[in-house]
Antibody, heavy 123, light 108 residues
Framework: QVHLVESGGGVVQPERSLRLSCVAS????????MHWVRQAPDKGLEWVST????????YYADALRGRVTISRDNAYNTLFLEMKSLRPEDTSTYHC????????????????WGHGTLVTVSS | SYVLTQPPSVSVAPGETARVSCGGI??????VHWYQKKPGQAPLLVVY???TRPSGITDRFSGANSGDMATLTIFRVEGADEADYYC???????????FGGGTKLTVL
């Protein structure tokens, strides 16, 4: 049974930093690409970032580039998202997502999602 | 950057067929995935690679993709299908994941 459990969310003041974590279980973590996807209140799904199997390739949404860093620790089956200079518009539920890359289709699909951790940016 | 366009809402009566569209330039050349999102729940993959259902997803869900439009079709709609539905692709030119804006399915 695949489980993705996020933590690290909470209320944070604007311009502060936060580190989100996601502990994975039920599958071989090191063999899957991983992602962060967020959803602001009453808004749609928004991709945040993607990381390769070994962590050497990383991709970021344009709106967040320079303010977020994705990383992973395969020894501890954990995915991270470091966020800095937080803004009120970053208020969202952040989901950790397993998303293998299919070379035949040249595509990532998101097959398992965590329930998310809520980040509220407010003074 | 690549854009996916979905209608904000679709309404159908129970037992009828719902169709959710997802428009994008030459989307038929990409692999499209669909997610169901209910309040308070994590999103659920219901169709991937245009038309493949994951294990455990009812065959009432069907996908198609051609030209500039992908479609998620839900046959014999039930109340439990009421949710937001999102399409998603990987844009190889920008190395970005792209989601559509989402469609709220209402079962009348």
């Amino acid at each position: 049974q695949v489980h993705l459990v996020e933590s690290g969310g909470g209320v944070v003041q604007p311009e502060r930093s936060l580190r989100l974590s996601c502990v994975a279980s039920g599958f071989r973590f090191s063999t899957y690409e991983m992602h962060w996807v967020r959803q602001a209140p009453d808004k749609g799904l928004e991709w945040v970032s993607t990381i390769s199997l070994d962590g050497n390739s990383k991709y970021y949404a344009d709106a967040l580039r320079g303010r977020v860093t994705i990383s992973r620790d395969n020894a501890y089956n954990t995915l991270f998202l470091e966020m800095k200079s937080l803004r009120p518009e970053d208020t969202s539920t952040y989901h950790c997502v397993r998303g293998p890359f299919d070379p035949a289709w040249q595509s990532y699909r998101f097959d398992y999602w965590g329930h998310g951790t809520l980040v509220t940016v407010s003074s | 950057s690549y854009v996916l366009t979905q209608p904000p809402s679709v309404s159908v009566a129970p037992g009828e067929t719902a169709r959710v569209s997802c428009g994008g330039i030459h989307i038929g050349r990409k692999s499209v995935h669909w997610y169901q999102k209910k309040p308070g729940q994590a999103p659920l993959l219901v169709v991937y690679d245009d038309a493949t259902r994951p294990s455990g997803i009812t065959d009432r869900f069907s996908g198609a993709n051609s030209g500039d439009m992908a479609t998620l079709t839900i046959f014999r709609v039930e109340g439990a299908d009421e949710a937001d539905y999102y399409c998603q692709v990987w844009d190889t030119s920008s190395n970005h994941v792209v989601f559509g804006g989402g469609t709220k399915l209402t079962v009348l």
